[in-house]
Nanobody, 114 residues
Framework: QVQLVESGGGLVQAGGSLRLSCVAS????????MAWYRQGPGKEREFVAS????????SYEESLEGRFTISRDDNVNTVYLQMNNLKPEDTAVYYC???????WGQGTQVTVSA
């Protein structure tokens, strides 16, 4: 069974940091590009970052590059999102996704207080 399970969300003050994790199972993780998306209150779901397999090439939504860092550890089938200098506008549910598919995690809530 293909599954993605996110964790690491929570409540943080502006300027703080969080590290999200997404553990994958049920498919050969190291063969797939993985991505993070987010959906803020009243907003459309939007792309945050992705990382390819093998060469681990990272791509970011332009406005987030420099504050967010995506990484992966194929030994433990996990993709991470390190988020620094968080802002209230980063408040959203963050989702892990297997790229080029309709495989999503259940999401983890990130709330940034002013």
């Amino acid at each position: 069974q293909v599954q993605l399970v996110e964790s690491g969300g929570g409540l943080v003050q502006a300027g703080g940091s969080l590290r999200l994790s997404c553990v994958a199972s049920g498919f050969p993780f190291n063969d797939y590009t993985m991505a993070w998306y987010r959906q803020g209150p009243g907003k459309e779901r939007e792309f945050v970052a992705s990382i390819t397999s093998f060469k681990r090439k990272a791509s970011y939504e332009e406005s987030l590059e420099g504050r967010f860092t995506i990484s992966r550890d194929d030994n433990v089938n996990t993709v991470y999102l390190q988020m620094n200098n968080l802002k209230p506008e980063d408040t959203a549910v963050y989702y892990c996704k297997r790229a080029f598919s309709d495989v999503w995690g259940q999401g983890t809530q990130v709330t940034v207080s002013a």
